[in-house]
């Protein structure tokens, strides 16, 4: 009798609710909803590059029901068939680039999806808004970055969105620890750490044409510590090296260590390599005044360890690479882009300004690690404005 007086009332008089951590469930509840909906609103999508990028967002755009995919672009005529086959695309239309004019003319068509090589993105991003189609690029928009502003600008006039998003933004480990640093539990930041080492090491053919480790991989880690932050940094000082001889041959790096100032004192660290051979390492930690968040790594199957012989305790490998370790701040991404098309949501959650910011403290960090000096950042009010 001596815990009776503990007794609870009865958990159907009680509402516990989701916990927030448990976004799985919370997908389930809001694909449960929609079973009791009579909404018919379809969104019919042309993407443009089934490459490394395009066959993530294929993979989302294919499983998603308030998606038909009416175009598909790629200049490799030899994967439109089995495309076709593998998706179940048989209402798709297979084109090649140079057969794309259809696809700016055609009414129905309400979004594009850029993942084609960088140099062909200027003229599709263009194309499509001037034809009122909603646009999601893969970074960047344009190689040049007046050409960018220019981009956003049309987007403006014409109406449409123009998305070019940060994936690990989406990520729901990285937004909690972001919320938490907002709401102030760790106090101001004074370091903030982030930790991004590639798996498994690109082909020499795909960094030629990259944009180099400080655009093509730097970028990432340098918008999670912005957007975090809530600010940009006034100081960079960066270190680089090539230890692969074929990478060093294409005068890239596969080594970087940055550092970033921020105007409220808070100083940044990326610990960059091209090649993890433990897997796809992702480590993002604030730490200040009143204790310390850190978002670490994630393994595929994480409840399962052993014990054989003597070698220790032995268990689950990381992620071995991007499109598995983000596959749902992949998903998330492209929601989010959908209901920018609908109307759903009027602001991108990553803004056009953002995205050029981030390349000029990529640029700023590449001339540092060139130079070996420290880069000093201005912003004025033009950097915060499109």
Known sequence: MASQKFKDISPYKRTIGTPPEDYLYSKYQKDLAAQATTSTNVINVAIFGIG???????????????????????????????LQDYWSLHDTKFLTSKQ???????????????????????????????????????????????????????????????????????????????????????????????????????????LKCSGGIFHDCCVHDIDMLCWVLGEFPIKVSSTAYAHVEEIKAIDDFDTVSVTLLYPSGTIGMIDLSRNSCYGYDQRLEAFGPRGMIRADNEQPIHCVDSQVGLNGIKTAPIWYSFPSRYRLAYQNEMEHFLDLVEGKVTEPFVKGHENLAVNKIASAAEESARTGKFVELTWTKEDFEI
Do not use: M
């Open 52 to 82: 490394r990028a395009g066959t993530i967002h294929l993979t989302s755009l294919a499983r998603n029901p308030r998606v038909k995919i009416l175009y598909i672009v790629d200049d490799i005529v030899e994967k439109h068939k089995k």
């Open 100 to 206: 794309s004019d259809v696809i700016y003319s055609d009414p129905k068509l309400n979004a594009v999806v850029v993942a084609s090589p960088t140099f062909t993105h200027e003229h599709i991003v263009k194309s499509a808004l001037n034809a009122k189609k909603a646009v999601f690029c893969e970074k960047p928009i344009a190689e040049e970055r007046e050409v960018c502003i220019e981009l956003y600008k049309l987007a403006k006039k014409v109406g449409k969105p123009l998305l070019t998003a940060f994936n690990r933004r989406f990520d729901p480990s990285y937004a909690n620890l972001r919320d938490r640093v907002h709401k102030g539990e760790v106090g101001h930041v004074q370091t903030i750490k982030v930790c991004s080492r590639d798996s498994p090491l690109p082909t020499i053919d795909y």
